[in-house]
């Protein structure tokens, strides 16, 4: 059983697939984690990042690996450990650049099937439904405002969870920068000729502008039940 699970920045999509995941008992695969670790690996490196092809040979070079602990998912590259490394707002801002590279978007696709190879996974990132796996037992396409995004990355940023209810305080200006990145991301996401962050047509579109966690994972549980998914 395939899912896929795709959207823009802060949508809900990496809650709302590792709660289906383990439910499922699916693996869980996050590639908004991996072009962030390759970002990450560049900007370590201090390469242009004017250039694709020195981007793309950080891509090749690079060993992504993930790991499971009590808390969550780890990522490491190459052997360390850089799972809040890859969160920064320095990565947040030059993300969109080096996943916008076609050969670096290669590199990641065929790291991403091989990763999948057992067949059993809940994938989230931008191109899983459309590039990644065109043929996955289940597509979902989540939505929010681009306010409510930044809400909850501001309350994420802040120590907080908005899915959990545990809602902190946040600053203004970083909500308005927050709001300012992820509509300049969301722009050029979309807007890359590699693999725009777009709908597949038979993705199931859910906005959780306005739902709880709970009635999002309970439409995909759904979905996934209309194919015959385990729970
Ligand atoms: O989901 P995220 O915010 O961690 O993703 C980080 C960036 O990676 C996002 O701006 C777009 C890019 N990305 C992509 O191009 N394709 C994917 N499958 C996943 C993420």
Redesign the pocket.
């Known amino acids: 059983m395939i899912v896929a699970i ?1 959207g823009p ?1 802060g949508s809900g ?2 809650t709302v697939a590792r709660i289906i995941a383990r439910d499922c008992r699916l693996s869980f695969l ?7 670790t390759v970002t990450w690996a560049c900007l370590e490196r201090g390469v242009d990042l004017s250039r694709d092809e020195d981007i793309a040979a950080v891509a090749r070079d690079i060993v992504i690996t993930f790991g499971a602990t009590a808390t969550g998912q780890t990522v490491a590259c190459d052997g360390a450990d850089v799972t809040d490394a890859i969160r920064t707002a320095e990565v947040d801002r030059n ?2 650049r080096v ?2 590279v076609p050969a670096v ?1 290669e590199a ?1 696709v065929a790291q991403q099937r091989a990763l999948s190879q057992a067949g059993d996974v809940v994938a ?5 439904g459309t590039v ?1 796996f065109p043929n996955a037992d289940v597509k979902v396409f989540l939505v929010a405002s681009a306010e409510s995004r930044a809400r909850r990355r501001a309350i994420q940023r802040a120590g907080g969870n908005a899915a959990t209810g545990n809602v902190v305080d946040v600053d203004k200006s970083e909500f308005q920068q927050i709001l300012a990145d992820i509509v300049r ?1 969301d722009e ?2 979309s807007s890359r000729d590699a ?1 725009p ?1 777009r709908a597949a047509a038979d993705a199931v579109t859910i906005d959780t502008s306005d739902l709880t966690l709970d009635e999002v994972v309970g439409r995909v549980h759904d979905l996934v039940d209309q194919v015959g998914g385990a729970r």
């Not at 996050?30 to 962030?36: E, K, L, P």
């Not at 989230?124 to 899983?128: A, L, M, P, Y």
Request: glycine share 8%.
């Open positions: 795709d920045a999509k990496s996050d590639t908004g984690a991996m072009y962030r993300v969109s996943s916008a978007r990641m989230e990132g931008r191109d899983i990644v991301r050029l996401d693999s962050l």
